[in-house]
């Protein structure tokens, strides 16, 4: 069982920056893969990018590929995503999830708003 609370999110002017956070707690943590998705208002939840429990295998969207980085540090069971040259288009609720090997997403934060006002 795990539990995910994101924070960090805001209001920012275009080319701007954000960094958003999410805590876990549970036992297991550093076995997972932890992900971000967002969701824009009239539109599906996207995926944004994700982290393999070494931090060596990292997977971005083409969307934002360049501008945002994810790190993770498992010994304070916390994910990060660093968010650089912010568009209006990333304006979206972003989640932070969570996934065992060979599964699906299957722990999900409540979101943090992100704005980018144009």
């Known amino acids: 069982q795990v539990q995910l609370v994101e924070s960090g999110g805001g209001l920012v002017q275009a080319g701007g920056s954000l960094r958003l956070s999410c805590a876990a707690s549970g036992r297991t943590f550093s076995s997972y893969t932890m992900g971000w998705f967002r969701q824009a208002p009239g539109k599906e939840r996207e995926f944004v990018t994700a982290i393999d429990w070494s931090s060596i295998i990292e997977y971005y969207a083409a969307s934002v590929k360049g501008r945002f980085t994810v790190s993770r540090d498992n010994a304070k069971n916390r994910v990060d995503l660093q968010m650089n040259s912010l568009k209006p288009e990333d304006t979206a609720i972003y989640y932070c999830?969570?996934?065992?090997?060979?599964?699906?997403?299957?722990?999900w934060g409540q979101g943090t708003q992100v704005t980018v006002s144009s």
């Open positions: 999830a969570a996934k065992s090997k060979g599964r699906d997403y299957e722990y």
